[in-house]
């Protein structure tokens, strides 16, 4: 256990870099950067609809403008 804490980002980093690998030779460069494109996505418009919900404004509220 001592180990893993003193290199701690440099193991997760490998797993990390492992399973992208793993990723683009299953599927396929260009789809593996759709994946990523994707999440990035999905990660943007959830941190701006919480950014919405802690200013007080829903979603709904969006929509019926």
């Given at each position: 256990m001592d180990y893993f804490e003193k290199n701690?980002?440099?193991?997760?980093?490998?797993?990390?870099?492992?399973?992208?690998?793993?990723?683009?030779?299953?599927?396929?460069?260009?789809?593996?950067?759709?994946?990523?494109?994707?999440?990035?996505?999905?990660?943007y418009i959830g941190l701006f609809l919480k950014q919405l919900s802690s200013r007080g404004t829903s979603y709904s509220s969006l929509q019926s403008q």
């Open positions: 701690r980002y440099p193991i997760i980093g490998g797993i990390v870099g492992a399973l992208i690998a793993v990723c683009i030779f299953t599927i396929g460069f260009w789809k593996m950067i759709l994946v990523l494109f994707l999440i990035g996505l999905g990660i």
